[in-house]
């Protein structure tokens, strides 16, 4: 029963509609569903690092605060909310395919995007900013492997490393490393999201988008907020916990 | 959600397409301006909470709320999640269990490994 299987939609059905999706709104509900199927996945790959981080702190709770205070909070504090205004943006690109608004949608598609490159701009920087205190673990670069300066007490130098007492430096590693895994593949999550915002902006650009078909941008932005969720909770665990022993046994 | 009343055959409702085309939530930018001052101001309180010296594991409840928080917020309204299906919220609540019983399975081995016989 082939020929029965492969209808054809009726005059008027939009150019975007698949054969096998009854209208539209089956068409774009059946996409969430589908992202939001995907994103379960991601939320269990990106899970298994959160426990990594979370079996290690259990276990090095001196090394990881002395690791913690190391990094910047205020590079981080405006990471996340770059993110934040970013994940606006999305909301509002959205809205703006919803109520068919080419211009503005654009116009938020690229917010989102400058947003986005920012974030990836500062990340850059802190990373530099590891590189040059020889904190990037193990061999990881050629030549120049983990051995921070540790700061004797009363020593205040923020390139040095202040471990608390019961921290060692090992153990620190072991921070760093779980760090540049999950900061590391987060970023490349940000890199792919830009990647998608240049097609979804295309897209928008040459007028494929209307109130009857946003899905791509829609499902875009779940992607987009999904990244933005993860940097929600990097930021507290990596860059907040045990900022209040700060200077303890420095 | 339109998508089980996909699967009824075509002549059942090929016939009408406006009983399936519902007309989605269009989430207006008013609510999307609040979450985004909420998320703002969950990221300044949490910076603040970081600063001061909880009793116990507090410092990390703290921080842990907050952010479970602000990741509720954008699962329900910029992710349209309140808006959507209930299919989405078992999705998301079976990602939820799964990710539970990794954590409980993993912490069940670790947290009891020094534990003594007890005779």
């Not at chain 1, 405006?78 to 994940?87: D, G, H, P, Q």
């Not at chain 2, 989405?88 to 990602?95: D, E, G, H």
Request: charged letters at 10%.
């Amino acid at each position: 029963m082939a020929e029965g299987l492969a209808t054809t939609h009726e005059h008027g059905a939009h150019p975007a509609l698949q054969h096998h999706f009854e209208n539209m709104e089956q068409q774009r509900e059946a996409g969430t569903l589908g992202m939001w199927v995907f994103l379960v996945t991601e939320i269990m790959f990106f899970g298994g690092m959160f426990l990594a981080y979370t079996l290690y702190r259990y276990e090095y709770p001196a090394a990881f605060v002395s690791a913690s205070n190391h990094l910047d909070i205020k590079l981080g504090a405006f990471n996340t909310a770059v993110l934040i205004v970013s994940s606006f943006t999305m909301a509002m690109a959205v809205y703006s395919t919803q109520i068919g608004r080419q211009r503005a949608t654009i116009i938020c598609l690229i917010l989102t995007m400058i947003l986005g490159a920012t974030f990836l701009g500062v990340k850059a920087v802190e990373y530099y900013d590891k590189y040059e205190d020889h904190l990037i673990p193990g061999r990881l670069i050629p030549g120049r492997q983990f051995d921070p300066v540790i700061a004797k007490p009363g020593d205040n130098d923020p390139h040095k490393l202040h471990l608390i007492e019961g921290a060692t430096k090992e153990n620190v590693q072991l921070f760093y490393w779980i760090y540049f895994a999950m900061t590391g593949m987060h970023a490349l999550h940000m890199v792919i999201g830009l990647g998608i915002m240049t097609v979804i902006l295309i897209m928008a650009w040459r007028g494929k988008f209307s109130p009857e078909y946003h899905a791509p941008v829609e499902i875009s932005g779940l992607y987009w907020h999904f990244v933005d969720i993860v940097w929600i909770f990097l930021f507290p665990l990596l860059y907040l916990l045990g900022r209040h022993l700060e200077g303890h046994g420095g | 959600m339109s998508l089980e009343a996909g699967y009824c055959p075509p002549a059942a409702s090929g016939g009408s397409p406006t009983l399936n085309e519902m007309s989605e939530h269009i989430v207006q930018p008013r609510i999307y301006v609040v979450i985004f001052l909420a998320l703002m101001l969950g990221t300044a309180l949490t910076v603040t909470a970081a600063f001061f010296d909880f009793p116990g594991p507090l410092n990390a409840v703290v921080a842990l709320t907050i952010a479970v928080v602000k990741a509720t917020l954008v699962v329900l309204f910029f992710m349209h999640v309140r808006y959507g299906g209930k299919l989405i919220v078992l999705v998301i609540a079976s990602a939820l269990l799964w990710l539970a019983i990794m954590f409980a399975i993993t912490f069940s081995d670790y947290w009891t490994r020094t534990w003594q016989p007890p005779f």
